[in-house]
């Protein structure tokens, strides 16, 4: 009984730290929110869009009319005097002069000019939100190829600490047959070679891992020291692959098309805000206030009222709208040239994601089938090993092969997982999880 409480304690205590473990460990979905909610770009680039958010607002106040005070004393001297026989002096002003007034002027219509200001700085919104957008779906694929990199490169570093193992294992063998004449030197020494070979080879892995796991750091915003604990596999799902059906899904939902048609938008805006630029301006002025110096009694603060309309119209302007319109009009066919470059990129990555999948797969097919092969090479040199047919390195060449052959597998697991996350990319599927 005692015996029976103490297995379950332990596989309590296991199962415990399997569960914290677990917890503690980040899945490609976690990392990708982490990365897109937490970048310093992202942040950056939001902000953005709140500036152009508040460019709009601007642009906006010009429906609205503005009002000012103004509080203006002046002291004159000298005081300009006129005598009338029999009346006395008169002052033509005060010397202590006040005037305070509230004034309040309204664009009644300026031809559109305000609509189009407007118009020009939401379209930069929108643009500025894809961007957004964008940076979000680049920076979630930059985290999945970290994050599957680093994942295979610790099974290659498992890998290769296995077979150098193994070779000393081997290593040892070798060295008690060449002490009893049954091996040579010969076998010893190119045993310690291919150790040394596969010590280097392990240090690069061990090298390229850390550079990995710095760049994965960094894009979570983590520390130079914080532990990159990761769980996940390699999901060889296969896919139905339609070229021209993901082609059209690319055109209608890739973020870069749809702001580089945001731009031809604002291109536009901004040529017709060009074309109205020399068009007549009608304002209203109002005003009201209190001040002195008025007849008869010019030292008392009396309230005078000022309404006036203002029309403002450009006869010449030395051709400057003329030109304005130019430069719009040349903004305009730009804009729509980076739209149809911009369509030919994305065609192009469509079709590049898709042969890249397609090659993982077929490299997957092909590697099962290596490994199998390496497998029974491996229980043959064995057999034939323990009957002294084939040299201890024989046996070794068979060992590295499988090794060589699961690595390879892996790779092409890789490759196809990041490539999946390629296509999804190219036909501006969301990459971030929703939760």
Request: proline share 3%.
């Amino acid at each position: 009984m005692k015996q029976i409480i103490i297995v379950i304690f332990i596989l309590g205590v296991i199962s415990s730290s399997i569960l914290a473990q677990t917890r503690d460990s980040l899945t490609i979905q976690d990392a990708i929110l982490q990365v897109v909610r937490n970048h310093p770009l992202v942040r950056q680039a939001s902000a953005t869009v709140d500036a152009s958010l508040a460019r709009v607002e601007q642009s906006r106040s010009g429906y609205y009319p503005t009002s000012d005070i103004d509080l203006t004393y002046a002291r004159l001297h000298p005081v300009g005097e006129v005598t009338f026989p029999g009346l006395g002096i008169f002052q033509m002003f005060p010397e202590d002069n006040y005037d305070e007034h509230i004034s309040l002027r309204q664009t009644i219509y300026d031809f559109g000019k305000r609509s189009a200001s407007v118009e020009i700085n939401e379209w930069n919104v929108e643009s500025n939100s894809k961007r957004v957008d964008l940076l979000r779906a680049d920076l979630a694929y930059r985290t999945a190829q970290s994050f599957y990199t680093i994942l295979f490169l610790r099974q290659d570093l498992v890998v290769k600490s296995q077979q150098i193992d193994a070779l000393n294992d081997h290593l040892l063998v070798t060295q008690k047959k060449a002490q009893s004449g049954v091996a040579t030197d010969f076998d010893v020494l190119t045993t310690e070679v291919r150790i040394a070979a596969e010590q280097n080879r392990r240090a690069d892995v061990q090298n390229a891992l850390q550079k990995e796991e710095a760049t994965f750091r960094r894009l979570l915003g983590a520390g130079p020291d914080a532990p990159v604990k990761l769980l996940g596999s390699f999901d060889a799902e296969p896919l139905a692959l339609n070229t021209d059906s993901l082609l059209l899904l690319a055109r209608d939902r890739r973020l870069e098309i749809l702001q580089s048609r945001d731009q031809e938008q604002m291109a536009e805006a901004e040529r017709k805000a060009a074309s109205i630029g020399d068009r007549p301006e009608l304002k209203v002025d109002l005003a009201y206030g209190l001040k002195n110096g008025l007849f008869p009694d010019i030292d008392v603060l009396r309230g005078n009222w000022v309404a006036a309309v203002e029309a403002n119209i450009p006869i010449f302007n030395g051709f400057k709208t003329r030109h304005q319109e130019e430069e719009a009009q040349a903004k305009v066919l730009a804009a729509r040239e980076q739209t149809r470059n911009t369509v030919h990129q994305v065609e192009m990555e469509v079709q590049q994601a898709v042969s890249e999948l397609r090659t993982s797969a077929e490299k997957i097919e092909t590697t099962t089938l290596q490994i199998e092969q390496a497998t029974q090479a491996l229980t043959m040199a064995n057999v034939r090993y323990e009957s002294g047919v084939i040299t201890n390195l024989d046996l070794i060449d068979a060992q590295t092969a499988l090794a060589e052959a699961e690595l390879t597998h892996l790779d092409a697991l890789r490759n196809y997982v990041i490539s999946r996350f390629a296509l999804e990319k190219a036909i501006g599927e969301n990459l971030i999880p929703v939760r």
